[in-house]
């Protein structure tokens, strides 16, 4: 799987994957550490959260260094605007009213900032069209139309 994500969102998660592995990772481990000192641990609760901890964390590890293995940056302006792909920044119409989206890959996507995912079906349908173009989507309220009016 690949994963399209922006040059920013790229340094967050080399980031966060740098404090999860060492302040995080060793935060749990002096946890565990000290709730190995109480006792009996099939009855020890601070063991029992610190191992679901640790769980937690060295998922959340495994996804990262997955990610970053298996990234694809996004590039604005990379594709041209003459179609849209993966970093074009679309304005659409539809009824009326204009919107702007910058097409991520889903590990970015915020549809509260206008960032959608390549895999969400407005995404989806919205790739590979040209300005001029009207796409048609299904919504839970039905089929909608959208006409490309710009890319970028």
């Not at 040059?7 to 967050?12: F, S, T």
């Not at 060492?22 to 749990?28: C, L, M, P, Q």
């Not at 915020?110 to 919205?126: H, M, Q, R, V, Y």
Request: avoid cysteine; proline fraction near 3%; charged fraction near 35%.
């Amino acid at each position: 799987m690949t994963y399209y994500l922006t040059p920013e969102r790229l340094e967050e998660l080399k980031k966060e994957l740098e404090v999860l592995k060492s302040e995080r990772r060793a935060d749990v481990s002096e946890r565990l550490r000290r709730a190995k000192e109480f006792g009996d641990l099939s009855e020890n609760s601070e063991y029992t959260e610190a191992r679901e901890e640790q769980s937690a964390v060295e998922t959340r590890i495994a996804e990262l260094e997955d990610m970053l293995k298996h990234v694809s940056l996004i590039k604005k302006g990379a594709g041209g605007v003459e179609t849209v792909h993966i970093g074009s920044t679309v304005t659409v119409e539809k009824d009326g009213k204009e919107t702007t989206y910058m097409i991520v890959g889903s590990e970015e996507s915020k549809p509260e900032e206008s960032k959608i995912s390549n895999e969400s079906p407005l995404g989806a349908a919205f790739l590979g069209k040209k300005a001029g173009d009207s796409v048609g989507v299904t919504t839970p309220n039905g089929e909608a139309t959208y006409k490309i009016t710009r890319i970028e």
